[in-house]
């Protein structure tokens, strides 16, 4: 977070990979449970929330074709802190986009906490990171998320979050076909294939131990996630788009410990252990047609976070 002027405040919104993605039961309220690992990366877009003299929120977005009402998570965070705050000051949000739209990355997700933890250091509400989560929650399921990472299991809707420590840094090559998918349309096609595998019910969950009862982040290794990374959603999309089965892989061949699908898709990661190996698997992958890929660290914390 960067203090622009005394009016504006500038935040980057990192997206998010999930290391591991379950979806559960469905819910009462329609929504899916879920149990994640979710990890954020250092490729990020750029919020800036502006007060000026004018009435309501205006939204401008630069890199991508984006709604700039209210079906924009960022829009909708700034209206539900104003409404929190009772406040009807002219706000103005600037979102310039680096993370690809419909791409299993929570570009938006992350947007929309940007404009939370920014509006609420210039309205300077003294909030909590839970009381920031809490709100983000009522604008999208992984919102909450970003206020915890940048490693943290992912449970029911999305707002049961309990920080990780991941070990150490790696190094993701992301690769995009150029599809967009759309996260409902993913949930349908999910169930749709559920339903034709009568009595089949999702299988255990990973054995990864996490102690929802220690106090602070507990020490995850790499070694330990890296076999149990999986996502339940890989393979019915690479049916449906065999592309990302190819690039899965294709980052295999080339030497990622392993590659997964991010979130719904379209998007497929592979985690290499340093810059120089994933720089190399990634030559060549942006000239195929469509393609486009992205080479970016792992954020990381050296030592446990303190939670508010």
């Known amino acids: 977070m960067r203090r622009v002027t005394s009016h504006s405040i500038e935040v980057a919104a990192p997206g998010k990979v999930n290391l591991i993605l379950r979806v559960l039961d469905r819910r009462p309220d329609g929504y899916h449970n879920l149990w994640s690992v979710m990890h954020t990366f250092e490729f990020a877009d750029t919020v800036v929330v502006e007060f000026n003299g004018r009435s309501g929120i205006r939204l401008t977005c630069e890199g991508a074709d984006l709604p700039t009402d209210s079906a924009n998570l960022a829009y909708r965070a700034a209206e539900r802190v104003l409404a929190r705050v009772r406040r009807r000051k002219g706000l103005r949000l600037h979102v310039r986009k680096r993370l690809p739209v419909s791409a299993g990355l929570g570009g938006g997700s992350s947007d929309a906490a940007a404009t939370i933890q920014a509006l609420a250091a210039l309205l300077d509400t003294g909030w909590s990171r839970s009381e920031m989560a809490q709100l983000g929650q009522e604008v999208g399921s992984d919102v909450p998320f970003f206020f915890y990472g940048p490693t943290a299991l992912v449970e029911g809707r999305g707002e049961q979050v309990t920080p990780l ?86 980052l295999l061949t080339r030497g990622a410990q392993t590659a997964m699908l991010a979130g719904s898709g379209a998007t497929v990661f592979g985690v290499f252990g340093n810059e120089r190996s994933a720089r190399i698997a990634a030559e060549g992958l942006d000239r195929r047609s469509g393609w486009k890929a992205w080479v970016t660290r792992t954020q990381w914390n050296p030592a446990p976070v303190c939670l508010g």
């Open 165 to 250: 420590q991941l070990e150490a840094e790696r190094w993701l090559l992301l690769v995009n076909p150029g599809v967009a998918i759309s996260t409902p349309w993913a949930y349908e096609r999910l169930a749709a294939v559920r339903a034709g595998q009568v009595g089949r019910m999702p299988g255990r969950l990973p054995r990864l131990a996490v102690d929802h009862g220690v106090e602070g982040p507990q020490l995850v290794k790499w070694h330990d996630l890296l076999p149990l990374i999986e996502n339940d959603f890989a393979p019915v999309m690479e049916r449906e788009y065999p592309v990302l089965r190819e690039i899965r892989e294709l």
